[in-house]
């Protein structure tokens, strides 16, 4: 089944469609880009200051196609994680589990918050498995990367096991 376009976008206002199509917005020389791997720009750590001073590591990602070009028209994605533990500190947890559109890429926020009164530090969180994925408009999720296991901690934060930043460039496995 072809898919329908209104204005050069895909239906449901995806600019990357599904695998097969052709034509219509968010493509080139009418091949449609699809998302394929999200490949680190920065990755970024800062001390935020409210209570326990918390860092909070930034790490953007560009979306790309199979060939490695960023796609900077709106993509669906979201966040997929596996066995998160509660925050210690007592913060609430900020996640986009849920499909959200962005425009070539996206920074993920990873942080355990200000310690709210009561609570000892370091505190915060960990996930068994972080993974991030492209809302296909047919209904499928499939990986566009995954980083791993992620501990958020007042005093340090690890992402798949790096706790010192990724590299521009860095492509985590799919």
Request: hydrophobic share 30%.
């Amino acid at each position: 089944m072809e898919p329908v376009y209104a204005n050069n976008v895909c239906q449901g206002g995806y600019w990357a469609c599904p695998l097969g199509y052709t034509g219509g917005g968010g493509s080139v020389n009418g091949t449609v880009r699809v998302p394929d791997q999200i490949v680190v720009q920065s990755d970024v750590q800062q001390t935020l200051a409210c209570s326990g001073n918390p860092l909070l590591r930034k790490i953007t990602y560009a979306i790309t196609d199979p060939n490695g070009n960023q796609i900077i028209a709106p993509v669906a994605v979201r966040e997929q994680l596996t066995n998160k533990t509660v925050n210690s500190c007592g913060g609430g947890d900020q996640t986009t589990e849920t499909c959200t559109v962005v425009s070539g890429g996206f920074t993920d926020n990873l942080g355990a918050g200000c310690v709210v009164s009561g609570h000892s530090t370091p505190c915060g969180f960990t996930i068994d498995n972080q993974q991030w994925q492209w809302c296909n408009p047919n209904g499928s999720t499939p990986s566009i990367g995954t980083p791993g296991a992620l501990s958020v901690h007042t005093n340090a934060v690890s992402v798949g096991g790096n706790l010192i930043g990724f590299q521009p460039g860095y492509k985590p496995p799919k």
